[in-house]
């Protein structure tokens, strides 16, 4: 089962023909191009692929619809225009300027990460919009009272560059040079892409809260896509302004933000070979209707709306050339379906020995005291006290609105209580992030089913792994041992997890994507993902709902085994009485946000406030 | 600071001018917004396509730039026809581009509206050209109404035309949505479409009057502008898509009531601000506001904040 990664990534002989069969092609066709009119646009091709790419971190990785990206490219050109030209009679040498104007340009997609941070969807659209606009004007108007940008007459003629003792002066020489870096960038691209960073960016793109539930580390991640892609379209306006030899504000405008933004759709958002191939095809095709104008940005447009409507996923989004077709494992050799239930028991452990069995522990592990929560005037949760003790089952139940997943929200951190405190292990968490709740050891499941459907089971399990790892963009990029120590040991702790559950989440499901389970599926894997996290304390909410009733039976075994087996605690929220009966230690109930009752299954069960509570009072 | 009190009359009738255009252009992106959850970024080129049409009609109805008809019903016909044309179009693109995704992440259909402002534009580019084109009103006005100073704010007949027209339309709209039974449908959809499509609304048709509606305003603008600043050229309805965004975002976007107010905020704001910055600089004013609202008061001025529901 167990394989090195990093065999796995070189170790394929014909990945590694294709990758220098590409690199020989990509340095043969400069020298077979007709004029220099092809050559040009081959070496536009170049720096498209890396725009694209760019952009592709911020809107196809993490999602963020950034329509600021132009002006970085922008911010990237000027850099450079101002620091190696006769305008401002500075000279710098270029490799100092090409980092400078990345880090500068970062240092911009930080700022304005920053501050639109807390947006979403179409609103962080239209603030980065507004910032395009207001880098625009300042291009236009900045050439008085002291002409910084030339206003509408832009910058021209730039020192020659020179890298590292070689000229670049011919076309052929800037096709090598913009090519090199636009490979660079499809491999920092694939890198970041199979990381930590990578499916924390996936996992916010798909569902933001949930990640940060899952320990992401959501404002840092979004933070590091806008920077990320900054960086990149910052290198890229140097390259693109000593290439043009010139810099003028219809350079880094509106349309040329939407040539890049089709680029990118059309490959599929987060799909690094489309979107190269996206690139590839935006920069030559259009190339042919030079001639008429406006037609090209029409058929722009054209692209945009048919893509949405027909292929929102891109051209090659869904398909993936490079895998094989897995064997089915439910299927034995004359290729019959076995149930996947059978498959189960067959990978169900034998039942340990009792001395091994964890029980209730005297050591408290959560304690509220006194939360609540109020929304306006209403009291979801009303001055609530209870403790949890060390590996102890304790179950919520309640009538519906009771104030049951709000107590969830209030532990994990979604909501701050409005006053009242809550304790874990001793340490109080107000004020802490629903991420830095997921490290302290607390992790849990959705009520209404939380996952990330694009992603596959293994991948929606790594994120669990997100709060135990650290590994950085560097040791990421440069694949330092630290994040190749990290990868394996995530490959393994998840597997092992979702070994848990039989051939129901491994097998040929690694790989499948979460919304192609069953509900009931969805339901494990929302319990595996949680346990990655490394949790002492599993938030259930509603483990059984919408299991039939062998599933049930199934599932209330499988929480007791959490305990019994692995030491779990856990607080659990559940509709179904039986499977309360047979795995609670204690239960609580819950009426109108306050606490009705407290004991054992049967005391709470006789109690005549909870008869009332569910079934109205006696006349 | 004399010399900017004497201003300040002149200004605030300025503003209010501007304001009652933005606030036109506000509504459409607001009551898309109310029903679709959606950036409707196309509507700044039905706008754009309104003023255009405007024009057409103005040349269509003149000779030698003296119009061959009653003055007054030149106008008349100019902002009919032109609310029609913004009006139609609008439906259609809802048709074409909008309805396919009504169950897509809205991310996509912010993109596929991006598309069909791109489209439009250059369309309009293509056979329109990048000139501007001019609107000859001198001769539609008698002469002693072109120009005419009270006290010390120089007023024209067609300012007195625009404020008059844009809130004559929103008091109609007003009405409307408030006091007739497809107005308490447009409303009962806005809250929720699925509650009102099970209520019996047939919610494609409340979408299709939305859009119609709300194009119809913004066509209005287009023409109004048209007569105002005397020109229009394919480019305008970029900024002024923002600024009517800014507008409705500015009084609590999905409010109609909310668009119209911040409508005309922006515009008086954008007044005083070009007393008191360069007017290459207009704009940047507008972008800041915007930003800062967004990031601040994202639910408007006289919005609602509601708690993410989890």
Partial sequence: MQQDSTAKEWGNPSRILFVIGLITALSVIPHLLPNNYWLRIYTMTGLFVMLALGLNIVAGFAGLLDLAYVAFFGIGGYTFALLSSNHLNIHWPFPFVLLLSSFLTMGFGLALGAVSLRLKGDYLAIVTLAFAQIFRLLLLNLDQPVNITGGVNGIYSFDPIHFFGLKILSPVAYAYLIWFFAGLTVLASFRIKQSRIGRGWEAIREDELAAEAMGVHTTLLKLMAFAGGAWVAGAAGTLFASLQDSVFPNNFDFPQLVVIYCMVILGGLGNIAGVVIGAVLLTILPEFLREYGAYRMMLYGLILIVLMALRPQGLLGEINFLSKIRKRPDKDESGVLKASTDLYYQAENPEKEAASRHAVGQRVMLELDRASMQFGGLSAVDNLSFTLREKEILSLIGPNGAGKTTVFNLISGIYQPSWGNILFEGQSLTGLKPHQVVKKGIARTFQNLRLFNQMSILDNTKVGRFSRTSAGPVSILFHLPKHKKEEQETEKRTKEILGLFGARLTGYRYQQKAMFLSYANRRRLEIARAMATDAKLLLLDEPSAGMNPQETVEMTRFIKKLRDDYGYTILVIEHKLNVVKTISDRVIVLDYGRKIAEGSYDEVANNPYVVEAYLGRKK | ?310
């Fill in chain 2, 1 to 310: 600071m004399d010399f900017y009190l004497q201003q300040l009359p002149q200004q605030l009738v300025n503003g209010l001018t501007l304001g009652g255009v933005y606030a036109l252009i506000a509504i459409g992106y607001t009551m898309v917004y109310g029903i679709l959850s959606m950036l409707n970024f196309a509507h700044g080129e039905i706008y754009m396509i309104g003023g255009f049409t405007g024009w057409w009609v103005l040349n269509l109805l003149s000779k030698d730039n003296v119009p061959i008809i009653h003055a007054g019903l030149v106008i008349a016909l100019m902002l009919i026809v032109s609310m029609l044309v913004s009006g139609l179009l609008g439906m259609t693109v809802e048709r074409v581009a909008y309805r396919p995704l009504r169950k897509a992440p809205r991310i996509n259909l912010l993109l596929s509206a991006l598309g069909v402002s791109i489209f439009l534009q250059n369309l309009v580019l293509q056979y329109q050209g990048a000139k501007a084109r001019f609107f000859h009103i001198t001769s539609l006005i008698p002469e002693h109404l072109r120009v005419f100073q009270i006290g010390d704010v120089m007023l024209s007949f067609m300012r007195i035309l625009v404020i008059v027209v844009a809130f004559v339309l929103m008091a109609a709209l007003t009405l409307m949505v408030k006091k007739t039974k497809i107005g308490k449908a447009m409303r009962a959809t806005a809250q929720d479409p699925e509650a009102a499509l099970f209520m019996g609304i047939n919610i494609d048709r409340i979408i299709i009057l939305v859009f119609l509606i709300g194009s119809a305003l913004g066509g209005a603008a287009g023409t109004l502008v048209g007569l105002l600043f005397t020109q229009v050229d394919y480019y305008v309805g970029f900024q002024a898509g923002l600024k009517g965004f800014t507008a409705a975002v500015l009084g609590g976007i999905g409010n109609i009531s909310g668009a119209m107010l911040g409508g005309i905020l922006l515009g008086l704001l954008e007044s005083l601000a070009t007393t008191f910055f360069p007017a290459a600089y207009k704009d940047v004013v507008t972008f800041v506001i915007l930003i800062l609202v967004l990031i601040f008061r994202p639910w408007g001025l006289i919005g609602k904040k509601l708690p993410e529901k989890v």
